[in-house]
Nanobody, 123 residues
Framework: QVQLVESGGGLVQAGGSLRLSCSAS????????MGWFRQAPGKEREFVAS????????YYADSVRGRFTISRDNTKNTVYLQMNSLKPEDTAVYYC????????????????WGQGTQVTVSS
């Protein structure tokens, strides 16, 4: 059974930083592309960042490029999202997801999802 468990969310002031982690089990982690998505209240889920199975390529939404960094440690079956210069509009539930054979920005390509972690940025 595949499990993705996010952690690291919380309340932070604008301009602050958080690092999210997503620990995976039940799958061959090093074979999967990983993505981070987020969903704010009343809005659709949106792509944030993704990383290739070996970490060699990354992809970011325009809204976070230059502020967020996605990385992974295949020895720990964990993917990270370092979030700097946070803004109130970054407030959302953040989800990690795993996809076989891709690291797309398209949510439907991801077969496995975590339960999400809340990030709240105060102004």
């Amino acid at each position: 059974q595949v499990q993705l468990v996010e952690s690291g969310g919380g309340l932070v002031q604008a301009g602050g930083s958080l690092r999210l982690s997503c620990s995976a089990s039940g799958l061959t982690f090093s074979s999967y592309g990983m993505g981070w998505f987020r969903q704010a209240p009343g809005k659709e889920r949106e792509f944030v960042a993704s990383i290739r199975w070996n970490g060699g390529r990354t992809y970011y939404a325009d809204s976070v490029r230059g502020r967020f960094t996605i990385s992974r440690d295949n020895t720990k079956n964990t993917v990270y999202l370092q979030m700097n210069s946070l803004k109130p509009e970054d407030t959302a539930v953040y989800y990690c997801a795993a996809a076989s054979g891709t690291y797309s920005y398209i949510a439907q390509t991801y077969a496995h999802w975590g339960q999400g972690t809340q990030v709240t940025v105060s102004s």
